[in-house]
T-cell receptor, first 116, second 112 residues
Framework: KAGVTQTPRYLIKTRGQQVTLSCSPI?????VSWYQQTPGQGLQFLFE???????NKGNFPGRFSGRQFSNSRSEMNVSTLELGDSALYLC???????????????FGNGTRLTVT | QKEVEQNSGPLSVPEGAIASLNCTYS??????FFWYRQYSGKSPELIMF????GDKEDGRFTAQLNKASQYVSLLIRDSQPSDSATYLC????????????FGKGTKLSVIP
């Protein structure tokens, strides 16, 4: 089974620009979560999507947004980039569904974003 | 504010020894507990998960959970230099949706 695929692997942007990151989950997984990882803050939850609906959102400004498509692929967008947005952005999928489930998250290789 | 605490390390152990990694969490309603391994520059890789109190063994790895003490640990037996990585503890809870909260990780160094 193919794993979680994230594109692109690396991005360099300048302040004020916007960026879109893409994630394809493991086949059959409908839950997709996004995390930001920085050396100082560790892994911080951005949002989770299931069946094209955002089910949960972390404490990030509105510049961070996402969406999920009917094939469970997800995109994340960051507008008006700031230097502090430089980080590794990780997408993870799970088999968690409608009911109470606690399946593990499986991570993609991440997109490393550098804002200059 | 749900918190997951880990000693940042580095934890240094000699090759062949047992490495013990610890994690505490603040949310008493937590239901699922995971250990991820992350090599430098790579993404986290799931190595163990545990849902019930007690021990769970998988090869050289043993996860231990004590919900009363809000404590979860990972033991790595016969540590190898290839085990040198950062180990992330993650705690999950279902509350209408599912969210994992991660600790900042413990850096393990296995000395040949």
């Amino acid at each position: 089974k193919a794993g979680v695929t994230q594109t692109p692997r690396y991005l360099i942007k300048t302040r004020g620009q916007q960026v879109t990151l893409s994630c394809s989950p493991i086949s059959g997984h409908r839950s997709v979560s996004w995390y930001q990882q920085t050396p100082g803050q560790g892994l911080q939850f951005l949002f989770e999507y299931f069946s094209e609906t955002q089910r949960n959102k972390g404490n990030f400004p509105g510049r961070f947004s996402g969406r999920q498509f009917s094939n469970s692929r997800s995109e994340m967008n960051v507008s008006t980039l700031e230097l502090g947005d430089s980080a590794l952005y990780l997408c993870a999928s799970s088999s968690n569904g409608f009911g109470q489930q606690n399946s593990p998250l499986h991570f993609g290789n991440g997109t490393r974003l550098t804002v200059t | 504010q749900k918190e997951v605490e880990q000693n940042s390390g580095p934890l240094s152990v000699p090759e062949g020894a047992i490495a013990s990694l610890n994690c505490t969490y603040s949310d008493r309603g937590s239901q699922s507990f995971f250990w991820y391994r992350q090599y430098s520059g790579k993404s986290p890789e799931l190595i163990m998960f545990i849902y019930s109190n007690g021990d769970k063994e998988d090869g050289r790895f043993t996860a231990q959970l004590n919900k009363a003490s809000q404590y979860v640990s990972l033991l790595i037996r016969d540590s190898q230099p290839s085990d040198s990585a950062t180990y992330l503890c993650a705690v999950g809870r279902w509350a209408g949706s599912y969210q994992l909260t991660f600790g900042k990780g413990t850096k393990l160094s296995v000395i040949p």
